[in-house]
């Protein structure tokens, strides 16, 4: 990355042609600082990717400099300019691309004190997503912002670091068509006579530079709703003004929801939700200026799903909660990223939970927190906490690690404190901290002064430490007394030849579920457990069973041993939805990580051929789709037909209860099982009546999105494609192609991943490269190929041929997923290929993924020798 030099100009910076793929650690001086910040910017994206402007900063210097130093990346800077004083001073520009930035020199100091630095700049609307960049619907043409985590560099020349706060006004000139949306309301558009205006916007609050936010092209707007005095309204490219009703209502009551939980109104002038037709978050918190993908903000209330409705209400009150948590108090450097990410992930399940407590959000949640819990069993796993040191680096770091271990952790420390404790403390440091930047400790100290607690003594471990515990549950008896022995370890999924010394010791605040002998009942015990190995007494219960994470509120794994889990198969229905979701999964990874057996798994998973909660069910495709596409198929040829055979044994009833269509008055749950049954029965267990129904249902479907319950539109799709032949698949291509929905566009997409003829499998990779496939949604296509056993192999010889045309076409941040995927290909021989393609053909933020990757390529190879024979002997012992 670099910064560029406009042709003949001596002062005028350039980028060197082959900047280094890795910028250099480097930190702006504290010693000069933005106070007021002023872009003037001209781009019209429907006739040049050509844009220009001026920026000009109010600075403040605690001392006197001979030069400022400033971050730019990929632009043309020049014409600096220095006042101080009503005195005007000329500065040289002299660029440093491989930390991303131009320096400022002067012949005289610049004294301590106020000044005003004024540059010009230039550059082009950038491909990746990323900076200020260029979309594309057909023929239209837009410009839009995506500044997170380090990318404000490569819209203008700023000061991109997080506690440089600034107020920022920006002013645009473009063509008078063009819709222009910014952070704050406009203050004042003027027309002028060759057909361009210009759109002044009013000065923003203190913001940091990567929540600046632009949008500019032909978008529509709809028609406001308040929550109280906020005005709430969807942006969108012309036609889709019918799909935002939705997004208005979750945006409306979530919204008021947070401003009561913070105990603060809205802190900005206005909420614009912008759908952009290509992004790569899936949203980000411009303050009173959110991005998101069209997915999640536009939709038909007539063929959305249930799950379609609640991930876009999580992800709007997620960004809705950085207004307060994240732009008003923002972390002071990028190792405190899970500050913002964290919260925010906590907090939109918490409010949403109480808007609609029928969606059961945290049962969501538990789908969600599984792939922390898998990452961080990882021996390349790292800290919630992590040391930045370069843009990187910071990239590197929005993984489920920040988000979802992190929001588990501020669920444990809520229970812990209690809820209303908890609110007043995230309350106190809010207030306190507002418009200005923080680190943990500041949060500990809010909490602790509210509570009485010594906080980050609870807190520290999980936030520094990598990793967690396995905590080893056993009912005892000593001299005529029951106890519950507990005991700790750090949980591997491949756990080291050696251990390391000393062993690693979290305070888990532990939570127990203990049934009542034959009264049927159960009740709650805690503890904080901080030794090695600890007993606690049972009170006197009669312990017909005991549960290890009562609720599923510990970021940890419950290890009962095999008399516990007996007692727990029989006892099931005293386990809440949440609890049956997390033994399934905690019983899955440890067999994956070798402490529990395949046999332990497959009676709880018979034991739940019952299982009435949609939920439930979908936490058991997981480990049954691993075991079928992957561990069967790889331990011999008929183990694959008798694990299939086994799931239409234990499921296969479910389908005839429920069959397909919808009883009238049929409640969300019910059509969320059957949804659940048939993936499982028919995607999983490839039953020929599923299958061949599916085909019967997708054809209906094709020619009528509203013939089918929408809660089985993603299942049948899937089931349909992967039996499809060339007619299914132009029947797909040409409904993604003039689908009417982003929800309708993206399944068919998704789908055409799922085919299994080689052809189709061809033409699907020939499409990515292609406008047909969204820069947004390539890796998304690829990861799809890669999970699809007919063409995986494929996939991994078309990315390595195509890799020069492709790679322009994969963003940042969603690069690291391409090399997240490649384990599924399973022998020494691709570990050996990837490794040596990655390391060869590097991708920025990437290398901590692709040690993962090579890692679970290990893990596998050990997981089959070890469960293949396993589940061999467990399926032929059924039949003996």
Known sequence: MAVKKRPRKKKAARAKKSAPERVRAFRLSPHVRPRDVDVAVELDPSRSTAFKGTVAFDLELDRRKSAIELHAADLRVGRARVWVDGAMRRGQVVPHPERQTVEIRFDAAVPAGSARLELAFSGRLRADLCGLYQAKVGEQRYAFTQLEAADARKFFPCFDEPAMKARFQLSVTTGAGNAVISNSPAERVERHGDGTQTVQFARTPLLSSYLVALAVGELDCSEAAFAGSTEIRVWHVPGKGGLVAFALEAARETLLRLEAYFDLPYPYAKLDLVAVPDFEFGAMENAGAVFFRE???????ATVTLMEKKRAAEVICHELAHMWYGDLVTMAWWDDLWLNEAFATWMAFHVVDQWKPEWKMWQDFLLHRAAALDLDALRNTHPIYTTVRTPDDANANFDV???????????????????DVFRDGVRRYIRRHRESNTVAADLWNALSEVS?????????????QEGYPAVTVRRVEVDGTAYIELRQDRFYERPPRTAPSPAPRWPVPWVGRIGDGFLGNSHSVRHLLTKRRDRIPADGADLSFVYGNADEGGFFRPQHDEDVVKDLIENLNALSPLERMGFVDHQWALLRAGRSSVASLLDLIAALGVERDADVLCALRRPLATMTRRLAPDTGPDIEARLRAWIEVYYGAQVDELGWAPAANEDAETSLRRAEILSIVGGIGRATAVLEEAQRQCAGYLADRRALDPNLADPVVAMAAADGDKALYDSFLSAMRGASTPQEHRRFLLALGDFEDPALVDRTLALSLTDDVATQDVVFVLVRLLA????????????????????????????????????????????????????????????????????????YAEYRRRAGPELAAYLSGLTE
Do not use: C
């Open 295 to 301: 997915t999640l903000l536009l939709m038909d209330p």
């Open 401 to 419: 690690i920040t988000y979802e271990k992190g929001a588990s952790v501020v669920r444990m420390i809520e229970r812990y404190l209690g809820a």
């Open 788 to 859: 699809n056993r007919e063409a995986r192999e494929r996939t991994w010889e078309f990315i390595k041929r195509r890799w020069p045309r492709l790679r322009p076409r994969l963003a940042p941040l969603l690069a690291t997923r391409l090399i997240d995927a490649t384990p599924g290909l399973g022998t020494r021989a691709h570990r050996q290929d990837v490794a040596r393609f990655f390391r060869e053909n590097p991708i920025p933020s990437g290398s901590r993924a692709l040690r993962q990757a090579l890692e679970r390529f290990d893990w």
């Open 452 to 464: 009485g607690e010594k906080v980050d003594r609870v807190v520290r471990a999980w936030i520094e």
